[in-house]
């Protein structure tokens, strides 16, 4: 397993954009696909967007999609999250997950899991 800390959230108003990052530690990393969760007050969490290892595959919730950037640095073993033309739906705690398998990932059962980091895109 991996170690996961979140951070970069705040309070942004609609429109606007923040960068989460995700910062891992563990030696197996590099070898892990990473993902994007978030959470609303009385919702179950949902997918929102996953990377595979090599950075060669993204996946993204059809919402976020055109809106939300997900990259990693494997050198600097972190996962951002940039976030553009933000809007109130969009308010949640955000996770970031972690597993061997990308498949398991997007499913939403990784194996390493973050904190959590608030998002709030209000006026």
């Known amino acids: 397993q991996v170690q996961l800390i979140e951070s970069g959230g705040g309070l942004v108003q609609p429109g606007g954009s923040l960068r989460l990052s995700c910062a891992a530690s563990?030696?197996?990393?590099?070898?892990?696909?990473v993902g994007w969760f978030r959470q609303a007050p009385g919702k179950e969490r949902e997918f929102v967007a996953a990377?595979?290892?090599?950075?060669?595959?993204?996946y993204y919730r059809h919402t976020v999609k055109g809106r939300f950037t997900i990259s990693r640095d494997n050198a600097q073993s972190t996962v951002y999250l940039q976030m553009n033309s933000l809007k109130p739906e969009d308010t949640a705690v955000y996770y970031c997950?972690?597993?061997?398998?990308?498949?398991?990932?997007?499913?939403?059962?990784?194996?390493?899991w973050g904190q959590g980091t608030q998002v709030t895109v209000s006026s």
């Open positions: 997950g972690a597993d061997p398998e990308e498949g398991t990932v997007v499913a939403g059962h990784c194996s390493s």
């Open positions: 563990g030696r197996t990393f590099s070898s892990y696909a």
């Open positions: 990377l595979t290892w090599s950075g060669g595959r993204t």
